[in-house]
């Protein structure tokens, strides 16, 4: 069964810094790209970064500038440093890996939650 899993998650206060993990063997050295999303309770799930296969990387808007994705292909980890944290970033962070042809299977991990309190 495939599995990914992150980690880091915690509480921390506005301005504050975390780093989430994403242990996904496989995932990080295929062709496909690797995602972040985050849901916020009582909202819709968000895409928050992508990193493709090349490693190049898009943000959301909310957090381009104080996020920086990153993966490690020898240790087959995703990560996501998540700089000058603010409440609004407090959510359940997720880590999505893909494989196939076409890139179009699709696996997630169980979530980190992260809270930011002012």
């Known amino acids: 069964q495939v599995q990914l899993m992150e980690s880091g998650g915690g509480s921390v206060q506005a301005g504050g810094s975390l780093r989430l993990s994403c242990t996904a063997p496989?995932?990080?050295?295929?062709?496909?790209?690797m995602d972040w999303y985050r849901q916020a309770a009582g909202k819709q799930r968000e895409w928050v970064s992508t990193?493709?296969?090349?490693?190049?990387?898009t943000y959301a808007d909310s957090v381009k500038g104080r996020f920086t994705i990153s993966k490690d292909k020898v240790k087959g980890t995703l990560y996501l440093q998540m700089n000058s944290l603010k409440p609004e970033d407090t959510a359940m962070y997720s880590c999505?890996?893909?494989?196939?042809?076409?890139?179009?299977?699709?696996?997630w991990g169980q979530g980190t939650q992260v809270t930011v309190s002012s």
């Open positions: 496989g995932f990080t050295s295929n062709k496909c790209g």
């Open positions: 999505s890996g893909h494989s196939g042809f076409w890139c179009s299977n699709n696996y």
């Open positions: 990193i493709d296969s090349d490693g190049r990387s």
